[in-house]
């Protein structure tokens, strides 16, 4: 796939690059490995048009797309049962949700929001059922991502805070 030159795109170029990646990742047939390289492609594009966004709306829209594409490496990750990896991207993507969310609540819809914060729930509830294959010590980590995460949650996400709390609560009583 022949991609622009970084220098000359703009965010929402960049982004619409990022886009393409990841609709390519999800070509049936195609190799794990080819999977995974265009999500990780899909994730430095996203990060371009973060650092190229000229107002917060850009921003919040690369930020919601990276929060996707972290959900599709989590997946990946999950089903390869690379749970160190699994682990990061679910953090990331409820990173990107957050930060998606803060920069989107004055310059986005209600239905704009409401998407990221149906994403987030979904998030949790896949969490969760990741957590039965977990054993101890990898619990013990998406516990510790979980509590951090949910200690940076601002007043505003009380929608998905309580399904963090629920996680936490299933880790301290699955001892």
């Given at each position: 796939m022949n991609m622009p030159d970084h220098?000359?795109?703009?965010?929402?170029?960049?982004?619409?690059?990022?886009?393409?990646?990841?609709?390519?990742?999800?070509?049936?047939?195609?190799a794990p490995v080819l999977k995974e390289s265009r999500l990780q492609k899909a994730i430095n594009m996203y990060f371009k048009a973060i650092n190229l966004a000229q107002?917060?709306?850009?921003?919040a829209s690369a930020f919601k797309n990276m929060m996707t594409c972290s959900f599709y490496l989590s997946?990946?990750?999950?089903?390869?049962?690379?749970?160190?990896k699994c682990l990061f991207y679910m953090k990331e993507c409820f990173e990107s949700g957050n930060n998606a969310i803060d920069l989107g609540l004055n310059s986005m819809d209600k239905s704009w929001l409401d998407d990221i914060s149906q994403r987030?729930?979904?998030l949790v509830t896949r969490s969760i059922n990741f957590?039965?294959?977990?054993?101890?010590?990898d619990r013990y980590k998406l516990l510790e991502s979980c509590c951090f995460f949910v200690l940076k949650i601002?007043?505003?996400?009380y929608l998905y805070c309580n399904n963090l709390l629920l996680i936490i609560f299933i880790f301290l009583c699955w001892q």
């Open positions: 220098k000359m795109l703009s965010s929402v170029e960049a982004r619409k690059e990022g886009n393409k990646l990841l609709l390519n990742s999800k070509l049936d047939g195609l107002s917060n709306k850009e921003k997946e990946f990750y999950s089903e390869k049962q690379e749970v160190n987030l729930s979904n957590t039965k294959m977990l054993n101890g010590k601002k007043k505003c996400r």
